[in-house]
């Protein structure tokens, strides 16, 4: 980390990528840090600038909608042995040669602290090196986006046992660095350090894991308890649930049709799939031969079974905040965002992992009590039925979700976290003066 000469409070540039569930976590820290009188500048696809801007978060574009959409369209990105090539084919290096020039873009008298994506690191710690900026927070929405040796160990959809010795923990994960992920990451990253005269990059995950002055999790240690092997300079945090509009209110046709009868199961297969057509069709099936109501959530109205019965409603979009309260169940792909909601609603959840950390926030969400998983590639209306019968019929399911929604006593003070965060990168930084720091403290 370099040195902060400066005086004045320091200018926080918080860069992602993602759909929108990776999205609305680091808004939260945006609006945290606008709270305690910090600049902020978001930098994302510009095809979530609208959003920010409408929360009033200043914002900075990457690539265009067309490029984004194009990327969501790919099956792979929801494949779990394809999704990681899928994404780093899709525009990774330019990406982050974007990043770069954005970052020079920007007024270099003051101080710059990114907080990033995962992802984002090579982009944000070559920024560092370039001088571009200050410091390089790494925050991880899941607990699976930080590599561990240590149980509970999922790998995608592997699920490690307890009894595996550490020297073959070890030597998976070599296998699966040198077999799959170096061999496309280090090609996109070390492509782009090469011209700029910087040192190659030998591992991927060890650079994401080492590079940043500072971790942070966002995600309670209850959930996934501080591992030996992650960072060393961590702060552990909470979930970040985060609503962009109004989460108070239901629309009227909405609130009519839940006044009319039972309550619905709800199932989504997060806002960035393009691809869950089986899904939909499964869910279908099952509701009908349950006799139950259910809420269909998707933007895309293409990939839901065209002819629906009154018993089921297609909505674009509904706050989950608001909605789960009325739910029997959430049935859903596994977003860590989708998790959160429903553990601190108290709701019982069915996750149906495709990909990406969706399998690991499967299996805590089984070892807390609250719900169960089946592998969206293994999913039928057979199976689903079943389990959602199982779901349904379990006398220890809503105690447990009770006990879990109990740990959410209030919404997480996203500007405590914030301060946590600011005084930590002071704390770590060579000594300075006090004149220098005085006006950087927290508020």
Not at 43 to 53: E, M, N, V
Not at 376 to 399: C, D, E, F
Not at 415 to 421: D, F
């Amino acid at each position: 980390m370099k040195n902060l000469p400066h005086s004045e409070a320091p200018h926080y540039l918080i860069i992602t990528v993602g759909t929108t569930g990776d999205i609305h976590p680091m808004m939260s820290l945006a609006k945290g840090l606008q709270a305690l009188g910090r600049q902020v500048t978001f930098i994302t696809h510009s095809f979530h600038t609208p959003l920010l801007r409408q929360a009033g978060i200043p914002c900075m574009g990457l690539g265009s909608d067309d490029e984004y959409l194009r990327m969501l369209s790919n099956p792979d990105i929801w494949d779990a042995k394809k999704s990681f090539g899928a994404l780093l084919a899709s525009g990774y290096r330019e990406g982050l040669a974007q990043l770069l020039e954005l970052l020079r873009s920007l007024p270099q008298q003051t101080p710059k602290l990114v907080i990033s994506h995962p992802f984002m690191v090579p982009g944000a710690a070559m920024a560092r090196e370039l001088g571009l900026v200050d410091s390089v927070v790494a925050a991880y929405l899941a607990p699976s986006n930080l590599k561990t040796c240590f149980d509970p160990l999922t790998i995608g959809p592997t699920s490690v046992p307890t009894w595996v010795p550490m020297a073959w923990r070890r030597a998976l994960w070599r296998y699966v660095e040198k077999g799959w992920i170096d061999p496309v990451a280090l090609a996109q990253v070390n492509g782009l350090r090469q011209p700029l005269g910087l040192a190659p990059v030998r591992s991927f995950l060890g650079h994401i894991a080492a590079a940043p002055d500072l971790s942070l999790t966002l995600f309670p240690s209850w959930f996934a308890p501080r591992q030996p092997d992650w960072p060393q300079a961590l702060i552990e945090g909470d979930f970040q649930l985060f609503e962009a509009g109004p989460a108070d209110k239901l629309g009227d046709e909405l609130s009519a049709w839940l006044d009319a009868g039972e309550r619905p199961l709800v199932f989504t297969p997060g806002t960035g799939n393009l691809h869950a057509e089986k899904f939909f069709a499964c869910a279908l099936s099952a509701t009908q031969k349950l006799g139950a109501r259910a809420i269909f959530l998707s933007k895309e109205r293409a990939q839901i079974p065209a002819h629906l019965p009154e018993s089921v409603l297609w909505q674009a979009y509904v706050p989950l905040a608001t909605l789960l309260p009325r739910a029997r169940a959430l049935i859903h792909h596994g977003g860590i965002g989708t998790t959160a909601e429903a553990l601190r609603c108290g709701t019982p959840q069915l996750l149906t992992p495709f990909a990406w950390d969706q399998f690991d926030n499967a299996a805590r969400v089984a070892a807390l009590g609250v719900g169960r998983g089946i592998p969206a590639n293994r999913l039928t209306a057979g199976k689903l039925l079943r389990a959602l019968a199982a779901l349904a019929g379990s006398a220890t399911v809503p105690i447990c979700c009770a006990q879990v929604a109990a740990r959410f006593d209030r919404r997480p003070d996203a500007g405590a976290l914030c301060r946590q965060v600011e005084q930590r990168l002071l704390s770590i930084q060579p000594e300075q003066s006090a004149a220098s720091t005085a006006t950087f403290a927290c508020k």
